[in-house]
Each structure stands twice: as C-alpha cells, then as structure tokens.
C-alpha cells in the first residue's frame, strides 16, 4: 500500500526493509552508514520508506534526526512494539498513525472483482456465495491465494502470542495467556469479565486477567466494543471482544467458533 501511494505521488523515496538476515547484527550505530549508501542507490530523495525498523535498537533516535532534518519517513511494521503507545513516546507527536486492517467485505469483494451492485439475480448469488466465502476465510489479503489456509493462520496467531507479546511483554504465565486468548477468540463476542478469566484460568489476580486482554488489543487479535450508553459508568463496563477478524475464529486448529452467529 505505500508503496502505491508513493509512487503514485511521483516524490523521489528510497526503500530499506529490515526484516533482512543481513541486517540481523546491525545496531543504531550503522543506520548513518545505511542512509548513506541509500543515498548512493537512489540519489537525491526526500521520502524514506523503511519496513520493520523495530528490528533495530534505539530506531528512533536515528527517525527524530531525519525528521529534524525534513526528511518525509514512512514505517512500517507487524510486531507489537512498534504498534504499542510506545511509538508515540519515541517520536514525541511527530508522527501520524494508520492502521491497516483486514479487508472489510466491500473489499475482498473488489480483490475477488465480485460485483456488489447485486441488481440481477446472477449478481445476488455470486454475492450471498462470495459473503459466505468470507464469514469462514476472513478478509486476510494473503489468504485468497493460500491453499493452506488453517497452517497460515495457526502460524500468524503463534507468533503474535509468542514473538510480539510473550516476548515483548515478558508474560509469566504464558500458558494462562494462551487460554485465555484462544477463550476470547472461540467465544467472540464475548463480554470480558476480568473476576470471571481469573478465576476460570487460575490468576492471581483480575488486574492480571486484565492485562493478558490488553496485550491482545494492542497485538490486533482482539479489538473490545464497550456498551453504547449515555452514562459512563455502564460503557466502561462488560465490554464485548471481538476477533479482528473472523479468520481468527473459524481457520485456527480445534477453533470452535464456526457456527457462532454472533
């Protein structure tokens, strides 16, 4: 996507991924040597687009520089700790967030070029088949080419726990985590009362319970949809969970939220 839409704006950029086994010993020390043999590669450019720089110790002292300097700075990322609130920490109100989601269904629609103007009954048809299709595979843009499907998602929802928030989170007990994830996850949308997950998967305490939701939230498993209400004390309360997407829930090993209508 940004490659898209930087090179549709015609500005001259340079590109550097870092999830890159030949960057796997680097530290902030070599990024001035990198941005100068970037300079080599494409010449004069004023739009950095780096992927995965969280790789990188202190990036963000090298990003604050560059963007003193007037430097436009895209970055890109999966893993929890650049999607945290500690990215806004690191660059000081000086950045601007997107998130990308998964398709919505309008637009796993446009990818599998399906009509939705559903005017004929050919059109309806090809649209209920395409909306059921995608109540079980979810709007994962990698997902409607992958023959695979179950393997892919068991495997991006084993690193999110074990790589973005285990590790970044140095969760104590991981096996309580992973319950309780896999629980919201089967059981969306479930409301998440925080005495109930500690007693139900042996916590020390509801605060802790709270805190494994959290982390699930910031990761993008899990997104919570608190009570429409005028008064605040009811929309703090019994927040619903919801899966990000419902690939999530159905395509997991032993998931057993196919047929939740919820």
Same mark, same amino acid.
């Given at each position: ?23 796997? &010993? ?65 660059? =000081? ?12 269904? %309008?637009? %796993? ?19 209920? $088949? !395409? ?23 068991? =495997? ?31 059981? $969306?949308?479930?409301? =998440?009362? %925080? ?14 319970? &709270?805190?494994?939701?959290? %982390? =699930? ?37 032993? !998931? ?7």
């Amino acid at each position: 996507m940004c490659f898209n839409v930087i090179k549709k704006s015609d500005e001259k950029f340079a590109y550097v991924n870092f999830d890159d086994e030949r960057f796997a &010993e680097i530290s902030s020390a070599d990024l001035n040597s990198i941005l100068e043999c970037l300079y080599k590669v494409y010449g004069d450019f004023n739009h950095l687009f780096i992927d995965e720089i969280q790789n990188v110790d202190e990036w963000f002292l090298f990003i604050n520089r560059l963007l003193r300097t007037g430097m436009h700075v895209l970055i890109t990322g999966s893993n929890a700790k650049l999607l945290s609130g500690e990215l806004a920490t690191h660059l =000081t109100g000086r950045h601007m967030k997107i998130e990308l989601f998964p398709f919505s269904f %309008y637009e %796993y629609c446009e990818c599998q070029k399906i009509s939705t103007a559903h005017g004929t009954t050919k059109e309806k048809g090809l649209l209920r $088949a !395409a909306f059921d299709n995608y109540l079980h595979d979810g709007g994962f843009p990698e997902l409607s080419n992958e023959k695979r499907k179950q393997t892919y998602i068991n =495997t991006l929802v084993d690193s999110i726990l074990k790589k973005d928030i285990e590790k970044r989170y140095a969760v104590r007990y991981k096996a309580a985590f992973e319950n309780i994830t896999n629980h919201l996850l089967n059981n $969306a949308p479930a409301k =998440t009362n %925080y005495s109930d997950l500690q007693t139900q998967f042996g916590l020390r305490s509801d605060h802790t319970a &709270e805190n494994y939701v959290n %982390y =699930t939230k910031n990761a993008y498993l899990i997104c919570g949809l608190p009570k429409y209400s005028s008064k605040s004390k009811i929309r703090i309360r019994d927040e619903k969970a919801y899966a990000v997407d419902v690939a999530l829930m159905n395509n997991r090993e032993n !998931a057993l939220a196919g047929e939740n209508p919820g």
